[in-house]
Structures are given as C-alpha cells and as structure tokens.
C-alpha cells in the first residue's frame, strides 16, 4: 500500500474541502494521484470544488493593473518563500512596479527581457533575490484585452483579477468592479459553457452518472439526469452563469444586462496565491 502522509492529506483537504478521513482514503485508493484522489471523492458524492483553471503558487503578491484608456490589463503574480517577506512594504512596492512595467508587454518572455533599472527584468529578480535572501519568480502573467478592463486586487494581494466588457458605457466602472469581485469570490472555471473544454465536460457526465449508479436510478435513466447535472455544473462554474453575489435572483448576465442591454463581459483573467 503507498503510503501517504499528512502533509499530502492536508493538501486534498485544502483542494477539495472533503474531510481527513474520506481524503487519506482516496489518496491511498488513487495511490497518491491528487487528480484521481479528487474523482474518487467526487465519485462517493463528498461535496469537492471543481478543480480551477488556475496558477498556484504558495507566497507572494498578486497585482492588476490596467492602462490609462482601460482598453488592456495584466495580472501578475511576484512569487517568494516566505509570507513574512509576501507583507513586506518593499516586497509589495517592487510587484507594483514590475507589473506596471508588465502592461508593456505581450508575453512573459517579453516581460522578462524588458528593462528596469538599467537590467533585464530576469535579472532583477536575481539581484532582489540576493538582497532579500529568499527565491523571487514571476509564477503568473495573465492579460486581457477589451473595450473596457476593469481589475480588482483582494485584499492582502493574494487574488487579483481582470474582466473585460464589450463596451465602455455609462456606469462601467462600478459594474466591472462588481463583475471583477465576482470571479475573485467565485472562481469561475470559464467565461460560459462554451469555453469549457470537452475533457471536463466528458468527466463531468462521467461523475454524475457514477453518483447516480450509487443512489439506484436506472440505466436507461442517466444520460437525461446527468445532462441536467451538466447544466447546474455551468451555472455554477461559468462566470455569466453564476448567481450574483450581491443578488443571487440575477446571473451575472443579467446583472449586466439591468445596467445596459447591450453590455456583455467578454473575458475574465484569474490569478491566486494558496
């Protein structure tokens, strides 16, 4: 048998929400898979999040910007060792920079090789890394580009997140914030059903089925149960189908729709630390 410690446990309770016991035994039943470990409790109808589209990392500051016109944006993620070194003031001043200095480019590899302070900033992070005494890394650079970008940054810069509308209109700022805070609360898997990938659709259907086997409904039965799981799945994990948090009668798109008929969010951009 693997043998699985506690650390491992901790990790599948932290990723999943289930409990020690029901998360020790799936890591042995998966022998230590985390992925399979999720299926497994998915399976045995433990209540588990969907597994997010996301970039992990474990201590740092996450930062969005935006530029002046609100037509582009960046997350990034600066990355450290320590959440002592993650709060300090020095710490959080050189992420800001770094990530205004992100907006400039295209690409990580881009924003690695542009310049800041007479050096590249690959360099940089070696240089910070020697003065500061602990390993220093980009670990996310995520951007989004739109009519209109609005960003939030939760507090204590462990989440940030962009949204992108189709429009700039009357009242926007207050609806991107609100639409930002939403996918930094809610953690949205994708935009809409559309944009998730067959493979998580093709475990999704999967899942359900086996749940159903579990509580006796008959075969003939689970395409049509499972299609309908299916649905209450995208409402709950696509950005424009979620309840609105602060009005769970309206979906986010509606929500937006109450503010302008024919305003659409267009994409969203995600970012956490763990």
Known sequence: MVKITASEVNKLRKMSGAGIMDCKNALVESKGDFDLAIEILRKKGQKVAAKRAER???????????????????????????????????????????????????????????????????????????????????????????????????????????????????GIEE?????????????????????VDQTTIDKEIEIAKDQLRQEGKPEAMLDNIAKGKLKRFFKDNTLVNQSFIKDSKLSVASYVKSNNPDLKVVGFKRVALV
């Open 56 to 170: 992990e990392s474990s201590e740092g500051a996450v930062i969005a910007k935006v530029d002046s016109d609100c037509s582009n944006g960046v997350v990034i993620s600066l990355n450290c060792e320590t959440d002592f070194v993650a709060k300090n003031h020095g710490f959080i001043s050189l992420a800001n920079e770094l990530a205004e200095l992100a907006l400039q480019s295209n690409s990580l590899d881009e924003f690695l090789n542009s310049k800041i302070d007479s050096m590249i900033v690959s360099d940089k992070l070696i240089q910070q890394t020697g003065i500061i005494g602990e390993k220093l890394v980009i670990g996310s650079f995520e951007k989004l580009s739109a009519a209109y970008v609005g960003k939030y940054i939760h507090a204590g810069n462990k989440i940030a997140t962009l949204c992108g509308f189709s429009d700039s209109v009357e």
């Open 175 to 195: 609806i991107a914030k609100d639409i930002a805070m939403q996918a930094a609360a809610m953690n949205p898997i994708a935009l809409d059903e559309s944009e």
